[in-house]
């Protein structure tokens, strides 16, 4: 099975340890495939018992079938940029993203996305945009949905949340300043999902459930460059299913009725 079908069929079974070794193994995936796993769990403070037990709850024997598998992976993606010549892991990234939706998640979030009283996004920098666009789209289908990318208004919104709601928080690190507001939702009982790049990341960690992409950059002009798209292929994957599952409100479907003057 491929190295990335494992990881998103069983990332459920991660706790945050586990999490922190997967990102750590990612950052570092041509290092560990000459480390031994002594050496991957002093990189992490952690024991050998525990990475060991993290290669397992991916569906690995252990360790060195990990290791394995990720060499695999990466042998594959450079026989892929050798034939297509990209400067970038953009196409690759997309490809991975796919990979790692799962459908028991997303069934899970189409039901709560149907049964909440309202879906508030928090989102910041060029993750407004997909914020958005899922928003207006969900509004369009009689869905009451809202979105911010002030911290200020996300914390106003987070003060009003009650059990009945859902918050989204689109972020790709997960380290931006919307996750104080994304705590905030959560103390008033609503149910978090984060959309994050895969990796251990505070969002993720404090989220009730996880969406992840798989996003690298590229540096140019000293500028950061990172690709959203990854981020949109998802939204819109959730937003269609929801609409092949419940379609839209009675409300958005029926056009008002033109008032009768009385005889």
């Known amino acids: 099975m491929d ?14 340890g586990d999490n922190e070794i997967l990102s750590y193994c990612i950052r570092n995936n041509k290092r560990i495939s000459g480390m031994k796993v002594q050496e991957v769990a002093d990189e992490l403070y952690t024991s050998p018992a525990s990475v060991i037990r993290f290669c397992k709850k991916l569906g690995f024997s252990g360790f060195s079938e990990f290791k394995a598998a990720l060499k695999v992976e990466l042998f594959q993606n450079e026989k892929e940029e ?23 998640t997303v069934d899970w979030l189409l039901e709560k996305i149907h049964h909440c009283r309202r879906v508030e996004f928090y989102a910041a920098g060029s993750s407004r945009t997909v914020a958005a666009e899922f928003v207006k ?93 990854q981020l949109c292929l998802v939204c819109e994957y959730i937003f269609f299913r929801y609409l092949e599952r419940y379609g839209c409100s009675e409300e958005a479907r029926l056009p008002e009725e033109p008032m009768i003057a009385a005889r």
């Open 3 to 16: 190295f990335y079908n494992r990881i998103a069929e069983n990332t459920h079974l991660l706790n945050k």
């Open 82 to 104: 050798t034939k297509t010549h990209h400067s970038t892991d953009f196409l690759r990234d997309v490809h991975k993203t796919i990979q790692l939706i799962q459908e028991d």
């Open 137 to 229: 789209r969900l509004q369009v289908i009689g869905k009451p949905a809202f979105w911010y990318d002030d911290s200020s208004l996300m914390n106003i919104s987070a003060k009003q949340m009650t059990s009945e709601d859902l918050v989204i928080v689109i972020s790709v690190s997960g380290e931006t300043s919307l996750v104080i507001a994304a705590n905030m939702a959560k103390s008033r009982g609503a149910t978090i999902v984060s959309v994050t790049n895969l990796g251990s990341n505070t969002l993720s960690d404090m989220a009730d459930e996880n969406i992840y992409v798989n996003s690298t950059y590229f540096v140019k002009s000293n500028i950061e460059i990172r690709s959203r798209l």
